[in-house]
C-alpha cells in the first residue's frame, strides 16, 4: 500500500557530502515523523535522525552538526544532507515512515524503506 524509495547513496571519500533522499507513494493520508536509520555490519540499527509533519526535528549524537534532516511535505519526501563524512558513518541507511492511510488513518502504520548503502572511505 505505501512504498518507500531511498535514492542518494554510495562511495565518498572522508570529509565528503552526500544526500540521501526517501519518497513515500502510495494510499496515503497523511505522514507523521519521518526518520533515518543506519545499520552497520554486526551492530545494530540506529536512529540518525528524525523529523515530524509540523519540523521538529532530532539527532544522534554522533552526527549532529554535521547532518541535517529536512522534508517537503507536498512530496512526501524526506531528505538526509551528510556533510564531513566519516568511515564511521558507513552503513545501510535506512529511511522510516509513519503513515495514515485513506483507508485507516486512525491507526498509523511504520514503513521502511529498502536501505541504500552509504561507504566513507579514502
Known amino acids: 500500500q505505501v512504498q518507500l524509495v531511498e535514492s542518494g547513496g554510495g562511495l565518498v571519500q572522508p570529509g565528503g557530502s552526500l544526500r540521501l533522499s526517501c519518497a513515500a507513494s502510495?494510499?496515503?493520508?497523511?505522514?507523521?515523523?519521518m526518520g533515518w536509520y543506519r545499520q552497520a555490519p554486526g551492530k545494530q540499527r540506529e536512529l540518525v535522525a528524525a523529523?515530524?509533519?509540523?519540523?521538529?526535528?532530532n539527532y544522534a549524537d554522533s552526527v549532529k552538526g554535521r547532518f541535517t534532516i529536512s522534508r517537503d511535505n507536498a512530496k512526501n519526501t524526506v531528505y538526509l544532507q551528510m556533510n564531513s563524512l566519516k568511515p564511521e558513518d558507513t552503513a545501510v541507511y535506512y529511511c522510516n515512515a509513519d503513515v495514515a492511510l485513506r483507508s485507516s488513518w486512525w491507526k498509523p502504520i511504520d514503513y521502511w524503506g529498502q536501505g541504500t548503502q552509504v561507504t566513507v572511505s579514502s
Open positions: 502510495g494510499s496515503i493520508l497523511s505522514i507523521n515523523a
Open positions: 523529523i515530524t509533519s509540523g519540523g521538529s526535528t
